[in-house]
């Protein structure tokens, strides 16, 4: 039976974004290639607070229910679905939707689809509204839903699905591994996880941050050289051609781009994954010329790389440092984050039907 | 015989660039790896103009002899120098020295050595000056020294030891080459090189520029399409996601960089070899996400690229489209430059000791 009314925390007004409000709504209409998921726990992105907020822009619908970060269970599938079995575990991320037809769809590159569908603060392709996991049900292309190793718990696997695959992607398609110095910049959500992966796939990291507060959590992730970037303001002059990678998870765009920039060997690449609300500092031809790098960002990652980021984490027991919540506390998870209190992701319980 | 004492076109005050002088001065020490070259013919690059203009900034010396695209004869040899002969037919480009022992030296990525020495406006690691090739003579380490292959006329080699292998040596490890698309961006001295390398590489060029002015000349250099920027404000909508590379060799960097960004396909990477004095315009990661690509810069080439795009030149009879004129009028060459009437670059022909 196909659940149609569900119940979600939304915000409705981007100055109120902490007023959540619990509303019924009816999810977007089944296709052929989706799976409903009722949902047991959800983290809580940056992404929910930069879009609540406003600060990427007015919402795309009159309310929002944010969170991509959702673990829970199938209870409906459209009639193309294949491979997956009601009550089955899964997670679904940032992107429940894209066309299936274009080249980077064909590559799997899915998260560059042109046409491709935000799990909320979205339209669906025929003009209903795409609302997220803070919520009863969530509802995905089956591309973006995926299976749940079960040596992962719920708690566990939620953040994984947006924060960690984000980071996993670009530290695998920049060669993160072996004999590569990678430095990890920006050390929250998203870099506690970067910081874990990229020693569990052989890097040798650098964690950048602006204090000391963070040290020893880095170098238990794994991190085996930690930078206060702050109280060492030669370290790019220290650090000089050394790194192979840099993934700046950072949400604000106010960072010595340049200075991270010189640490770079040949050819080295510094990307984005985190999304700040301004411009980068100002950069120029020859500020890059000394080293050849290149800066850029990545948007989140496959359906392929999120089945190699969970058998990396079982293989390597890694587990995200996380605090739990009831999902009616879903403001003070948003305030938490904006306050850059959270050591490093908060995770909703599901509250609202339990 | 070592010479020493030598004569060039000099000019001493940045607000005078087009000054030129005739100075005689003393080459730097010749050390065990220098050869000396008795210049032939010297290309024009812009970066001539931006030095000399106090574009990059002020002078390194007192006086500054330009010109970093020769050609000449080896007429005296270091005690290390090994594989090549007096009277000898070499090139030049616009670095003369690098330590040897770092990273970059010991990978085929001397351009990158942080210690390398430009082959004019530098201070010699003995603290000697570095002058160029609007002159008698030019001494360089053997690295930075090119054997010419004789079905290469002198006047065409000139300008492909800087202006060549500057486009070269990005296109070339940016998999430049049969089913992708490559966009070039700027078609003047540098960007006529990429044009007609690209399309001889096997690669699918597009031209961009600001006018139809050069649209005949960059569908005979090779390039498929052209693009007037200008005219046609929707070109990065109709182009989303289709090219693989851009090599940009725009002077300034009053560019819609946004748009060309969004010709890229996933991780396509957008890459300056024109050094404009000022900052790229903003760029932020969420421009960047939506495709996954990169921006940088790449430094010249290295001595193994500049053999590999020779046995090109010869192999599909590339010639650069020049004009040459006597040293004596090297500020006409410079003003050519400056008022971007150059089809597509001078040569300047040694008259100071012939």
Not at 44 to 49: F, I, L, T, V
Not at 173 to 186: D, E, F, S
Not at 227 to 243: C, I, P, Q
Request: with cysteine; aromatic share 8%.
């Amino acid at each position: 039976m196909t659940v149609d009314t569900v119940k979600g925390y939304a915000i409705k007004d981007t100055n109120k974004y902490t007023d959540f409000e619990l509303v019924e709504y009816k999810l977007r209409t089944e296709e052929a290639d989706d799976i409903t998921v009722h949902v047991e726990c959800c983290g809580c992105c940056a992404s929910d607070h930069h879009t609540i907020s406003g600060g990427w822009g007015p919402l795309a619908n009159k309310f929002c229910v944010t969170g991509h970060e959702i673990v829970g269970e199938i209870v409906s599938m459209g009639s193309n679905v294949k491979g997956f079995k009601l009550g089955q575990r899964v997670g679904i991320g940032a992107q429940s939707g894209s066309c299936g037809e274009c080249k980077p769809c064909k590559t799997d590159n899915e998260q560059y689809c042109p046409q491709g569908k935000d799990t909320y603060n979205a339209v669906w392709y025929n003009g209903e509204d795409c609302q997220g996991g803070y919520s009863t049900h969530v509802r995905a292309q089956q591309r973006f839903v995926f299976a749940l190793p079960d040596e992962i718990s719920s708690e566990h696997a939620a953040s994984m699905m947006c924060a960690g695959l984000t980071v996993f992607s670009p530290l695998l398609r920049n060669g993160a591994g072996p004999g590569k110095k990678v430095g990890i910049l920006g050390i929250g959500g998203l870099g506690h996880y970067a910081i874990m992966f990229a020693a569990a796939m052989g890097a040798e990291v650098y964690a950048f941050s602006t204090s000391d507060s963070k040290k020893d959590d880095a170098l238990k992730m794994g991190a085996k050289h930690f930078v206060n970037t702050r109280a060492d303001k030669d370290f790019a002059k220290k650090l000089k051609g050394e790194l192979d990678l840099i993934i700046s998870s950072a949400s604000s765009a106010d960072l010595p781009l340049n200075d991270y920039l010189q640490t770079l060997g040949v050819h080295g690449q510094l990307c984005f994954v985190g999304m700040p609300e301004t411009d980068w500092p100002a950069l120029k031809s020859q500020t890059m010329a000394s080293n050849g790098c290149y800066i850029g960002s990545s948007h989140i990652g496959s359906g392929k790389e999120a089945a190699e980021m969970l058998k990396l984490a079982v293989k390597h027991n890694i587990k995200p440092w996380i605090q739990t919540m009831p999902m009616k506390d879903a403001a003070k998870g948003i305030q938490a984050l904006e306050k850059g209190t959270v050591r490093y992701r908060t995770v909703f319980i599901q509250d609202i039907d339990k």
